[in-house]
T-cell receptor, first 116, second 114 residues
Framework: AQSVAQPEDQVNVAEGNPLTVKCTYSVSGNPYLFWYVQYPNRGLQFLLKYITGDNLVKGSYGFEAEFNKSQTSFHLKKPSALVSDSALYFCAVRDRKGYGNNRLAFGKGNQVVVIP | DGGITQSPKYLFRKEGQNVTLSCEQNLNHDAMYWYRQDPGQGLRLIYYSQIVNDFQKGDIAEGYSVSREKKESFPLTVTSAQKNPTAFYLC?????????????FGEGSRLTVL
């Protein structure tokens, strides 16, 4: 079964500093990987995904993520954090050999707090 | 605008009552999903449907029921059998058969049992 670990409950970063949100995954085969962001009392918004190809994926709002197969990681990064980036971030994975139902396994989420 | 509409946004229910959460999408997506979100637990899949008139149980289906009579609609009923129904409920959709496709989420419905 596929699973995701987001080891840090909360990430605090000063505005303007680099932001990293960590994610490691477990699948039986090759993964499809996703990052979503959630603002309070809102639904999840898609940020980016890794399917195949270049290990560095660029997404919305200046975010990027690097797929590392040997470390089974897909960390989310932003070079310079904004106060408006404060939100809950979810990593998700599914196995390419899954059922074709696009069923994702989500991590528990990381709360990001950007300090002005 | 294309998207997913969930209603109501907030709902209060007395113990022992059934309640139905609405989810409508105009994205022409084949697949639809219901997730439950609790603090510190991430998202857990309740039910999903890949096509009209078909649906499957997710990881926490007990105490819930769904129907998929129309492509656009996937309502979720929280029954009195659900022991701890207070939560934030999220509906999502995706392109059918699209293994690489991301999910599109509604704005959520917060259910509180009094």
């Amino acid at each position: 079964a596929q699973s995701v670990a987001q080891p840090e409950d909360q990430v605090n970063v000063a505005e303007g500093n680099p932001l990293t949100v960590k994610c490691t995954y477990s699948v039986s085969g090759n993964p499809y990987l996703f990052w979503y962001v959630q603002y309070p009392n809102r639904g999840l918004q898609f940020l980016l995904k890794y399917i195949t190809g270049d290990n560095l994926v660029k997404g919305s709002y200046g975010f990027e993520a690097e797929f590392n197969k040997s470390q089974t990681s897909f960390h989310l990064k932003k070079p310079s954090a904004l106060v408006s980036d404060s939100a809950l971030y979810f990593c998700a994975v599914r196995d390419r050999k899954g059922y074709g139902n696009n069923r994702l396994a989500f991590g528990k989420g990381n709360q990001v707090v950007v300090i002005p | 605008d294309g998207g997913i509409t969930q209603s109501p946004k907030y709902l209060f229910r007395k113990e022992g009552q059934n309640v139905t959460l609405s989810c409508e999408q105009n994205l022409n997506h084949d697949a639809m999903y219901w997730y439950r979100q609790d603090p510190g637990q991430g998202l857990r899949l309740i039910y999903y449907s890949q096509i009209v008139n078909d649906f499957q149980k997710g990881d926490i289906a007990e105490g819930y029921s769904v129907s998929r009579e129309k492509k656009e609609s996937f309502p979720l009923t929280v029954t009195s059998a659900q022991k701890n129904p207070t939560a934030f409920y999220l509906c999502a959709s995706s392109q059918g058969g699209g293994n690489t496709g991301e999910l599109f989420f509604g704005e959520g419905s917060r259910l509180t049992v009094l």
